[in-house]
């Protein structure tokens, strides 16, 4: 399975981004798509994810803010992200999981200046 991820980019605090990842699977192929970020110096973290049932999730830091969506005719999972913080500065990588496995995108970028 291979992740394609774009959208990333600067904007200042209080904008807005929408991340796309993009699958070469079927959408429906694949158990759950998260959103990890990682930010220099720090672990990657979580920071949502989306069944294939639609079910989502999100970590506390975002809740309210972002929304995870797929488009499934496009094999496509969005993440939108309004009222960006300088903290929500990382890379974003998007992550699929295809029965026990695990598949990774190259991640793009995120700044977010005050």
């Known amino acids: 399975v291979q992740l394609q991820a774009s959208g990333g980019g600067r904007v200042q605090a209080g904008g807005s981004l929408r991340l796309s990842c993009t699958t070469s699977?079927?959408?429906?192929?694949?158990?759950?798509m998260r959103w990890y970020r990682q930010a220099p110096g720090n672990q990657r973290e979580l920071v949502a994810g989306i069944t294939a049932g639609g079910s989502t999730n999100y970590a506390d830091s975002v809740k309210g803010r972002f929304t995870i969506s797929r488009d499934d005719a496009n094999n496509t999972v969005y993440l939108r992200m309004n009222s960006l913080e300088p903290g929500d500065t990382a890379v974003y990588y998007c992550n699929a999981v295809v029965g026990a496995r695990q598949y990774w995108g190259q991640g793009t970028e995120v700044t977010v200046s005050s």
């Open positions: 699977r079927s959408i429906f192929e694949i158990r759950v």
